[in-house]
T-cell receptor, first 112, second 111 residues
């Protein structure tokens, strides 16, 4: 247990569906991150939030929409995804955006 | 942009054997992180190295950062099946810069 939880752990959705991924951290951290991990590729940073403010959007398509209502929670809203968006989506948190990141278990997403 | 190359891509060893995984950067690093990942799960933080020549150990795992701060090695002594997983290195190019990750090394330890 790293103190970072993610739900759901697995998700199957059609291209017309709308779903949300949730991340919660119990570490008192102020920075939270979304990463995408695809097979045979390095982790790709998607978004960074520091003290609830988005500080980085790594050229992510608009069909991915992050939301950070407070420093403990981070959401990734998904709509009209493509099959190539199927991947493991990992959430991480850190004390601030320059400290060691601690990762959640990930959500395995399959887009049909 | 910074690129990290890990070698080998995969490694199969017999239980009890020692092994080394390498992570090489195209640029001088500010900080180097090692993580372990079980298949389909999150990353577990192992160690962070920042100073040239630095070496850290945790249980049977030792990580080193070379003097030039462009290469790190992760060494496991007397490997156990519990060491199996994917080892990823992540690097900061400058203070506060975002982590760049390598593709990972898949380690299998046969009993």
């Amino acid at each position: 247990e790293t103190g970072v939880t993610q739900t759901p752990r697995h998700l199957v959705m059609g291209m017309t569906n709308k779903k949300s991924l949730k991340c919660e951290q119990h570490l008192g951290h102020n920075a939270m991150y979304w990463y995408k991990q695809s097979a045979k590729k390095p982790l790709e940073l998607m978004f960074v939030y520091n003290f609830k403010e988005q500080t980085e959007n790594n050229s992510v398509p608009s069909r991915f929409s992050p939301e950070c209502p407070n420093s403990s929670h981070l959401f990734l809203h998904l709509h009209t995804l493509q099959p190539e968006d199927s991947a493991l989506y990992l959430c991480a948190s850190s004390k601030n955006d320059q400290e060691t990141q601690y990762f959640g278990p990930g959500t395995r997403l399959l887009v049909l | 942009s910074q690129e990290l190359e890990q070698s080998p891509q995969s490694l199969i060893v017999q239980e009890g054997k020692n092994l080394t995984i390498n992570c090489t950067s195209s640029k001088t690093l500010y900080g180097l992180y090692w993580y372990k990942q079980k298949y389909g799960e999150g990353l577990i933080f192992l160690m962070m190295l920042q100073k040239g020549g630095e070496e850290k150990s945790h249980e049977k795992i030792t990580a080193k950062l070379d003097e030039k701060k462009q290469q790190s090695s992760l060494h496991i002594t007397a490997s156990q099946p519990s060491h199996a997983g994917i080892y990823l290195c992540g690097a900061e190019e400058t203070s506060g810069s975002r982590l760049t990750f390598g593709e990972g090394t898949q380690l299998t330890v046969n009993p």
